[in-house]
Nanobody
């Protein structure tokens, strides 16, 4: 059974930081693109950042560049999202998702709604 379990969400003041974790099981971790997505109240879910567990290449949305950093620990089957300089507009449920990465296909191409597996989400609230 595939499981993606997010943790690290919470309440933070504007300008503060949080680190989200996504622990994956049931997948061949180093063959997947793992990503973070978010859905704010009344809005569609959007892609934030993805990383190739195969080679570490990343893609990050313009709204997160310079503030959010994605990283991975293949030994722990875990992907992280370090979020700095949080703003009120970052308030959302943050989801982790995974998709198998075919050879020769970029992370940017894979980082979208067609992910194979999704976690249940963790709430981030910025005051």
């Amino acid at each position: 059974e595939v499981q993606l379990v997010e943790s690290g969400g919470g309440l933070v003041q504007a300008g503060g930081s949080l680190r989200l974790s996504c622990a994956a099981s049931g997948i061949t971790f180093d063959e997947n693109v793992i990503g973070w997505f978010r859905q704010a109240p009344g809005k569609e879910r959007e892609s934030i950042s993805c990383i190739s567990s195969r080679d570490g290449t990343t893609w990050t949305a313009d709204s997160a560049k310079g503030r959010f950093t994605i990283s991975r620990d293949n030994a722990k089957n875990t992907v992280y999202l370090q979020m700095n300089s949080l703003k009120s507009e970052d308030t959302a449920v943050y989801y982790c998702a995974a998709v198998l990465q075919p050879e020769g296909v970029t992370v940017a191409t894979m980082c979208g709604e067609d992910m194979d597996y999704w976690g249940k989400g963790t709430l981030v609230t910025t005051l």
